[in-house]
């Protein structure tokens, strides 16, 4: 579907709807996360099946949702991927949402946005460690889509934001196949949102930057700057494309690449 660059996040919503209230049951919330994750998974796919080197990627509208890949114990479901019937698994982006409060039932009480956070970390763990290994080339992204008022809730203390920044900074950073440590994504973002807003409005703060201790971050990108660096991504790393000195991407349909034009991408280091 055509992608509105400046509210992207908008279709999404609208199909998640209707999000529960805040105090909402845990199965209510639950369902409604898995309804966005799905929304948010065709909305990402969109935006990037705009470029040339993800014309084949999947989910599209309806279809195409949590296919099984290869990994190193059997099989796992990812919820945005793009594969070479040569190369394999080329591409993998993960979403995960955060978009309400930590509540009580007991006490009725609202908390924070923090709770969750290192189990999503654990799960991301586990997701590139088993992909990883059996496919090292793979280019692995995540994205946690986070209620926006969580950069401000820190009071004394670092807003929620900042904690999950912290927190997941250590799943990120893996600039090789050959990295040692194939439980990290070569990118993690934080996608800053208002699910209540039907605008659709984010933006995205990587987490290998420092965050702010309160309050929106000043550097963020727009989903068109996330897509473009996601290019650059599976560009270098499989030698298809080129990136320019400007910024200027010049990608290929990587689905249509073969084994043969990749053979001397990244050779593995000597001893």
Excluded: C
């Amino acid at each position: 579907m055509p992608i509105d660059w400046e509210h992207p996040l908008s279709d999404a919503l609208r199909a998640a709807a209707p999000r529960p209230e805040p105090d909402a049951s845990a199965a209510e919330k639950k369902n409604y996360a898995e309804r966005l994750s799905r929304a948010l998974a065709e909305t990402m796919a969109d935006a990037l099946r705009t470029r040339p080197t993800f014309r084949k990627i999947t989910p599209e509208k309806g279809r195409g949702h949590e296919i099984a890949t290869r990994s190193a114990d059997g099989k796992k479901k990812l919820d945005v991927r793009l594969v070479n019937d040569e190369l394999g698994l080329v591409f993998t982006l993960s979403i995960k949402t955060y978009t309400f409060q930590d509540y009580s039932p007991t006490s009725g009480q609202f908390g924070r946005y923090q709770k969750n956070v290192l189990r999503n970390d654990h799960e991301l763990r586990g997701e590139a460690d088993v992909i990883h290994r059996r496919q090292p080339y793979a280019v692995m992204v995540a994205i946690m889509f986070m209620h926006e008022g969580a950069t401000t809730d820190g009071g004394n203390k670092h807003s929620s934001f900042a904690h999950a920044v912290f927190t997941l900074r250590k799943r990120a950073g893996r600039v090789s196949p050959h990295d040692p440590r194939p439980d990290r994504f070569e990118k993690v973002f934080i996608g800053l949102f208002n699910p209540t807003s039907p605008a659709g409005d984010v933006v995205f703060f990587d987490v290998e930057n420092a965050p702010p201790k309160d309050g929106m971050p000043q550097r963020r990108l727009t989903l068109a700057e996330l897509v473009d660096g996601i290019e650059s991504l599976v560009i270098e790393r499989n030698e298809v494309g080129y990136v320019y000195e400007d910024g200027a991407l010049e990608g290929v349909d990587i689905t249509e690449v073969t084994v043969e034009d990749v053979s001397g991408a990244d050779p593995e280091p000597s001893e």
